[in-house]
């Protein structure tokens, strides 16, 4: 996966991550009470629009209200997992079951400008690799240029599941939320495509 973005969900006063997901979607971090205070939450998510996660979450691309949003249906959780069980439970006490209040979302304007000027233009390269005594190698096998980057294909991109959003928290930082993409589907942003080797 390659990192397209750090970008925060809208509506942006509201923190969303520290003062939504984190405290009231959150659970408890793997170190807790080890390397980690014990009292300390986790927010992980990897989500994407094809499914939801074993935790109801799921990416919508709504055109209707030019967003891109993140959605919760505890129907949707994976309630064979226990751990899946105790969490929702935890979430029924603290905030209950309904949709995330506010609801995260990423406006296509922003979105749009945000990302198109990082990823305007591009060289993509494949390239094999090989270690030898402890350094690396590399034999290049293609090479393409690639320029024109379409938002209406990110917004595809997002539907079919090679762009993700990572939410990546813990009650102690905020790594961050990234827009990230499968390295192969570099070339569906691009409206032109030129292969030089």
Same mark, same amino acid.
């Given at each position: ?5 750090? +970008?925060? !969900?809208? !509506? $942006?006063? *509201?923190?969303?991550? *520290? ?12 170190? *807790?009470?080890?390397?980690? !205070? ?10 994407? *629009? ?27 959780? %994976? ?5 899946? +069980? ?17 609801? !995260? ?22 390239? %094999? ?28 991109? +997002?539907? %079919? ?21 499968? $390295? ?14």
């Amino acid at each position: 996966m390659i990192t397209l973005k750090h +970008i925060e !969900p809208s !509506p $942006q006063a *509201a923190k969303i991550v *520290a003062n939504i997901l984190l405290p009231k979607y959150g659970w408890p971090h793997k170190e *807790a009470g080890k390397k980690y !205070p014990r009292g300390e939450k986790s927010f992980r998510s990897t989500t994407g *629009a094809t499914e939801f996660t074993k935790r109801g979450f799921k990416i919508v691309v709504d055109r209707k209200e030019n967003k891109v949003k993140f959605v919760f249906d505890s129907y949707k959780a %994976d309630i064979k997992d226990n751990e899946v +069980i105790f969490w929702l439970n935890s979430v029924k006490e603290r905030v209950g079951l309904g949709k995330l209040e506010p609801e !995260p979302y990423w406006g296509f304007n922003d979105l749009e400008r945000t990302i198109g000027e990082k990823a305007k233009n591009c060289f993509y390269v494949i390239a %094999d690799t090989r270690i030898e005594s402890r350094k690396e190698y590399f034999k290049y096998e293609k090479l393409f240029i690639l320029s024109g980057f379409s938002f209406n294909n990110f917004l595809k991109c +997002i539907e %079919d599941g090679s762009v993700l959003i990572d939410f990546d928290a813990r009650t102690g930082h905020n790594h961050g939320t990234k827009f990230r993409l499968r $390295q192969d589907s570099i070339p569906k942003l691009y409206s032109k495509i030129d292969k030089v080797i």
